[in-house]
């Protein structure tokens, strides 16, 4: 045991570093998040979340959200990190803080859908895929 | 210059190759503790060149540490995965200047070794379990609308139609309201460009798992480094992540023992290499 711990405290480093990136894994099979961010060294192995696209459905608009968009509200700056962080981690928890900032009349609901590009390699055709939608 | 490193020791060099790294991170962030970070900049800029010896104090690294943490922990989703690996690369340095003397170098090269597995374990990882990577249709999608070997592509002409005219069609598709079951052909023999992909996809996944196992069970140094220097220089023509190829370079350095100066060169060469590129804003930081 004292032996064990010893080691532990010798390679502390790799060790946080390699329960950082399982975690990150686990949130990458579990929670949507991109492999590209989080510490997980999946950068390079599935496309990169800025050529996902956010759509939102509201008051019979529908309409892409771009990350260099500004969100009528909030500041330029956080109008580009909510939507980026809702590309690269498209769970509910985000989706649902886009929704609150971008429903201004809680009379309608907004349907915000992230969509992903894909590209079959066998006849190259270009598709997108739906990752993520919600309703609120 | 060859002397030169031969009397330095691992430590001092890697003291050295990890500031500049850290000073190049500071000098391109834009994170909001700005102020804070020109501070750091320059006690970075006067350690370098009037007093060495701030470099080696648990002080400077704590501080660095300290800086890291607060960009971590403010943008954990947001930063490059190389950032993670300059902090725990800078929490090592720490680690390693709280041992004896005696015994800093031993501890540096086993867990500078130990991170290098690490970042190659799951980097290899990720792509096995990524559906997207193992069909080919990642390295597909770079290969049509642009994205990899930038530095050569660029100067052939065909290339550069060729991935323009695909990116004008996929924008103007992307412009229309979404359909699961709508799709567009893009330009290209579907047969070279698969057959390229797969190639392609599968040469990486072999030659990153190849350095790992090197790595985890060769014993010869010198085809560790061989292997290391390859998988950067292959990095570099691929894609110019500066950023990530300096932090692979300083933890080449950690690496090298007494005898491989030629190494510790090389290394020392790159790292210059990649700083210049990320201060001349070419390649990524």
């Known amino acids: 045991m004292a032996l064990n711990r010893k080691k532990i405290v010798k390679y502390f480093v790799p060790i946080l570093m390699f329960l950082v990136a399982a975690f990150q894994l686990f949130q990458v099979n579990n929670d949507g998040l991109t492999r590209w961010k989080g510490g997980g060294y999946g950068m390079y192995s599935e496309i990169h979340y800025s050529y996902y696209e956010v759509w939102i459905t509201y008051q019979g608009e529908i309409k892409e959200i771009k990350h260099d968009e500004k969100i009528e509200?909030?500041?330029?700056?956080?109008?580009?990190?909510?939507?980026?962080?809702?590309k690269s981690f498209p769970n509910n928890r985000n989706l649902r803080a886009l929704a609150k900032i971008l429903k201004k009349d809680e009379g309608y609901p907004i349907t915000i859908q992230v969509w992903k590009p894909k590209i079959n390699i066998d006849n190259l055709s270009y598709s997108r895929v739906l990752l993520k939608e919600i309703t609120e | 210059m060859k002397k030169l490193l031969q009397n330095l020791n691992l430590i001092d060099i890697s003291t050295k190759a990890l500031s500049l790294i850290f000073f190049i991170y500071i000098f391109k962030s834009d994170f909001p503790h700005r102020r804070f970070s020109i501070f750091f900049l320059?006690?970075?800029i006067f350690?370098?060149?009037?007093?060495?010896?701030i470099l080696s104090k648990i002080v400077f690294w704590v501080s660095s540490i300290i800086i890291l943490s607060i960009d971590l922990t403010t943008n954990w989703y947001r930063v490059?995965?190389?950032?993670?690996?300059?902090?725990?690369?800078?929490l090592l340095f720490f680690f390693v200047l709280r041992q004896p003397k005696h015994k800093q170098q031993d501890y540096l090269q086993n867990n500078g070794r130990s991170i290098l597995l690490v970042l190659l374990f799951f980097a290899s990882i990720q792509k096995l379990l990524s559906p997207t990577?193992?069909?080919?249709?990642?390295?597909?999608?770079?290969l049509t609308s642009g994205g990899f070997f930038q530095l050569i592509l660029s100067k052939i002409e065909s290339c550069q139609n060729y991935i323009a005219s695909n990116r004008t069609i996929i924008t103007e598709f992307n412009s229309q309201v979404p359909n699961a079951t709508e799709s567009i052909q893009l330009?290209?023999?579907?047969?070279?460009?698969?057959?390229?992909?797969?190639?392609?996809t599968y040469s990486i996944l072999i030659f990153e798992s190849l350095v790992f196992y090197v790595f985890?069970?060769?014993?010869?140094?010198n085809i560790r480094h061989y292997f290391l220097i390859g998988l950067i220089i292959a990095v570099f023509i691929s894609r110019l992540e500066c950023g990530f190829l300096s932090l692979l370079c300083f933890l080449g350095i950690t690496q090298c023992n007494e005898k491989q100066s030629n190494f510790k060169l090389i290394y020392i060469f790159l790292i210059t290499l990649f700083s210049a590129l990320i201060v001349l804003n070419v390649g990524f930081h």
């Open chain 2, 80 to 90: 490059a995965n190389h950032h993670f690996v300059l902090f725990f690369c800078c």
């Open chain 2, 133 to 142: 990577f193992i069909d080919g249709s990642f390295v597909g999608q770079y």
């Open chain 2, 47 to 53: 350690s370098l060149f009037f007093n060495q010896k």
């Open chain 2, 216 to 221: 985890l069970r060769v014993k010869n140094l």
């Open chain 1, 73 to 86: 509200g909030i500041s330029s700056r956080r109008s580009r990190r909510l939507i980026l962080k809702v």
């Open chain 2, 42 to 44: 320059l006690i970075i």
């Open chain 2, 187 to 200: 330009n290209g023999n579907p047969k070279i460009i698969s057959t390229i992909s797969l190639i392609y």
